[in-house]
């Protein structure tokens, strides 16, 4: 079958003469076509499996056991069927309910978290048009209040502390010991050790490839010895091929979070702070920032964490000019080890020796 040409100027002059005898103007007679039928807009038992499969796995792995609770809350009601005062009482009674951990804050984390995630599944149904964005009641609601965050930097005898007993006890403590010193040197999260892989390893310019919150990717400088450790030890435990994950257990698997679990739970009875103040991982990472933001300033420290220069606001539209590049995270931390690294652009002369962590 052949395209259909395009009408000439004669035909166009003789449709209008005759949609004038008939008293028809061009306009109402596109006006006139009928519309499309307007979608059903789904329930939410049956929204949920699609949002899942649209974003990532750290999303659904954070948002997954918040939807499964809308899910079961009320699986057939359909999305605009939904009022703003009925999400305020459920976050209120996420918060009210929410398992009380050691590191337990009344529950605003919870809250808050439930909040993102039935937003991320209005954010899609208003971007696929089955609900207008005056329908999503998600902003009607006022976002939960976020707790005021207690982790910190720690100062050196509490490091010290920590990396002898990591170093010292337990099943394995050549892992935890590694597992400390990675952190300390990279400012990473556990999701990028966890996700870090054989092929992530850049042994000639000492880099290591972390995948990490939001999707995010970035080379990460580490000190010579630190590279021959995670070298050594992904050999040992039997990672071979390119995407074999590098810190693994004795008996090959690759680590899970429940190692770190075990280990600040071993670490609770010989480190007194780590059980009073509830330190974590996380607390690494306060601690490594902090002093790179002391002495090599903002930009380093926000390349050394890995977060975006925020352009959505005019006055940190000059962060996207001052962002600070590889070569002078790898002098921080050079600096930090107190090694020479591949791609510092001086030999550090000082080590970390500051006592405010």
């Given at each position: 079958m052949t395209d259909r040409a395009e009408p000439s100027t004669e035909d166009l002059e003789k449709a209008r003469q005759v949609l004038a005898l008939l008293g028809v103007s061009p306009e109402a007679l596109v006006a006139s076509q009928p519309a499309a039928p307007p979608r059903e807009v789904p329930t939410i038992?049956?929204?949920?499996?699609?949002?899942?499969?649209?974003?990532?796995?750290?999303?659904?792995?954070?948002?997954?056991?918040?939807?499964?609770?809308?899910?079961?809350?009320?699986?057939?009601?359909?999305?605009?069927?939904?009022?703003?005062?009925?999400?305020t009482w459920l976050f209120g009674h996420i918060r009210q309910t929410a398992v009380r951990r050691r590191n337990w804050r009344g529950g605003h984390s919870a809250a808050e978290h439930m909040f993102s995630a039935t937003r991320c599944l209005y954010r899609f149904a208003v971007d696929d048009e089955l609900i207008p964005a005056s329908r999503d009641p998600t902003w009607k609601v006022k976002k939960p209040k976020r707790a005021v965050p207690t982790r910190r930097g720690l100062n050196n005898t509490v490091l010290e502390a920590v990396t002898e007993a990591a170093s010292t006890t337990g099943d394995d403590p050549a892992l935890d010991a590694l597992l400390i010193r990675f952190h300390v040197e990279t400012a990473?999260?556990?999701?990028?050790?966890?996700?870090?892989?054989?092929?992530?390893?850049?042994?000639?310019?000492?880099?290591?490839?972390?995948?990490?919150?939001?999707?995010?990717?970035?080379?990460?400088?580490?000190?010579?010895?630190?590279?021959?450790?995670?070298?050594?030890?992904?050999?040992?435990?039997?990672?071979?091929?390119?995407?074999?994950?590098?810190?693994?257990?004795?008996?090959g698997k690759p680590l899970t979070y429940r190692r770190y679990d075990g280990l600040w739970d071993r670490l609770r009875d010989h480190v007194e702070p780590v059980r009073t103040q509830n330190i974590s991982t996380h607390w690494l990472r306060h601690t490594?920032?902090?002093?790179?933001?002391?002495?090599?300033?903002?930009?380093?420290?926000?390349?050394?964490?890995?977060?975006?220069?925020?352009?959505?606001?005019?006055?940190?539209?000059?962060?996207v000019y001052t962002k600070a590049d590889l070569e002078e995270v790898a002098t921080a931390l050079s600096m930090l080890t107190g090694e020479p690294h591949p791609l510092a652009l001086s030999t550090p002369t000082e080590v970390f020796d500051n006592d405010d962590g």
């Amino acid at each position: 079958m052949t395209d259909r040409a395009e009408p000439s100027t004669e035909d166009l002059e003789k449709a209008r003469q005759v949609l004038a005898l008939l008293g028809v103007s061009p306009e109402a007679l596109v006006a006139s076509q009928p519309a499309a039928p307007p979608r059903e807009v789904p329930t939410i038992a049956e929204w949920v499996p699609v949002v899942s499969g649209l974003v990532g796995e750290g999303t659904r792995k954070l948002y997954g056991t918040y939807w499964n609770r809308l899910v079961a809350l009320w699986p057939d009601r359909r999305l605009d069927e939904v009022p703003a005062s009925d999400l305020t009482w459920l976050f209120g009674h996420i918060r009210q309910t929410a398992v009380r951990r050691r590191n337990w804050r009344g529950g605003h984390s919870a809250a808050e978290h439930m909040f993102s995630a039935t937003r991320c599944l209005y954010r899609f149904a208003v971007d696929d048009e089955l609900i207008p964005a005056s329908r999503d009641p998600t902003w009607k609601v006022k976002k939960p209040k976020r707790a005021v965050p207690t982790r910190r930097g720690l100062n050196n005898t509490v490091l010290e502390a920590v990396t002898e007993a990591a170093s010292t006890t337990g099943d394995d403590p050549a892992l935890d010991a590694l597992l400390i010193r990675f952190h300390v040197e990279t400012a990473a999260r556990r999701g990028g050790a966890l996700a870090l892989e054989l092929h992530g390893l850049d042994r000639e310019q000492c880099l290591v490839l972390l995948h990490e919150k939001g999707e995010q990717s970035r080379w990460q400088p580490v000190s010579p010895t630190l590279m021959t450790h995670l070298v050594d030890h992904a050999h040992h435990r039997g990672a071979r091929e390119p995407t074999s994950k590098v810190l693994r257990y004795h008996n090959g698997k690759p680590l899970t979070y429940r190692r770190y679990d075990g280990l600040w739970d071993r670490l609770r009875d010989h480190v007194e702070p780590v059980r009073t103040q509830n330190i974590s991982t996380h607390w690494l990472r306060h601690t490594t920032l902090k002093w790179v933001e002391r002495n090599f300033g903002e930009a380093v420290a926000r390349a050394y964490a890995g977060h975006r220069p925020s352009g959505d606001a005019k006055p940190g539209a000059i962060a996207v000019y001052t962002k600070a590049d590889l070569e002078e995270v790898a002098t921080a931390l050079s600096m930090l080890t107190g090694e020479p690294h591949p791609l510092a652009l001086s030999t550090p002369t000082e080590v970390f020796d500051n006592d405010d962590g």
